[in-house]
């Protein structure tokens, strides 16, 4: 079964918009994380955003948040006023506490986003 | 700090040679992974270590070996390179602990023909 599932393999949107990335997981741990990635297309990875299992708070980082749901089992990244400089692929990835994980990112497919001026 | 550094950058080889993709990291980190990316796929993990001379298999691991000698350098061998290993290949390596983010190297492209 997919751990990681992006919905999205394409999404378009207007520069200045804001923009939901959708990513739901399954895990049966109680203790997990997630984390955002973005991969321009020069290639290297770039992390953006984590969120923990246990964290009250939707995390936040500048123009990126991550609109998590746990019950949902979703963890969704919003870019508030896109730029041109956001067109890339997105990847969620999660990272689950349990004995044998070490430390493991297990990611999705990923997203191409895409800002048109 | 250099990060997580790749070499070679870019490869291409004959079915049924061998080469060795060398991962070096200046963190001190204790966990390191390889993982291979082909489109639609995402990043699959190939194989991970958590500490020197300590190595396991990920998610797509035949075809492939490691070694992990040094704590800051993690190797990726390939015996004898098959078309279907032509990919990207990502190293990344973190320090221990759930929310601590993965540090990726620039890639290695890799065309086998």
């Known amino acids: 079964a997919q751990k990681i599932t992006q919905t999205q393999p394409g999404m378009f949107v207007q520069e200045k918009e804001a923009v939901t990335l959708d990513c739901t997981y399954d895990?049966?741990?109680?203790?997990?994380?997630l984390f955002w990635y973005k991969q321009p297309s020069s290639g290297e990875m770039i992390f953006l955003i984590y969120q923990g299992s246990y964290d009250e708070q939707n995390a936040t980082e500048g123009r990126y948040s991550l609109n998590f749901q746990k019950a949902r089992k979703s963890a969704n990244l919003v870019i508030s006023a896109s730029q041109l400089g956001d067109s890339a692929m997105y990847f969620c990835?999660?990272?689950?506490?349990?004995?044998?994980?070490?430390?493991?990112?297990?990611f999705g497919q990923g997203t191409i986003l895409t800002v048109h001026p | 700090n250099a990060g997580v550094t790749q070499t070679p950058k870019f490869r291409v080889l004959k079915t049924g040679q061998s080469m060795t993709l060398l991962c070096a990291q200046d963190?001190?980190?204790?966990?390191m992974y390889w993982y291979r990316q082909d489109p639609g796929m995402g990043l699959r993990l190939i194989h991970y270590?958590?500490?020197?001379?300590?190595?396991a298999k990920g998610e797509v691991p035949d075809g492939y070996n490691v070694s992990r000698l040094k704590k800051q350098n993690f190797l990726l061998g390939l015996e004898s390179a098959a078309p279907s290993q032509t990919s990207v290949y990502f190293c990344?390596?973190?320090?221990?602990?759930?929310?601590?983010?993965?540090?990726f190297g620039p890639g290695t492209r890799l065309t086998v023909l």
């Open positions: 963190m001190n980190h204790e966990y």
């Open positions: 990344a390596s973190s320090p221990r602990g759930l929310a601590n983010e993965q540090f």
């Open positions: 895990t049966s741990d109680q203790s997990y994380g």
């Open positions: 270590s958590v500490g020197e001379g300590t190595t």
């Open positions: 990835a999660m990272r689950e506490a349990g004995g044998t994980s070490y430390g493991k990112l297990t």
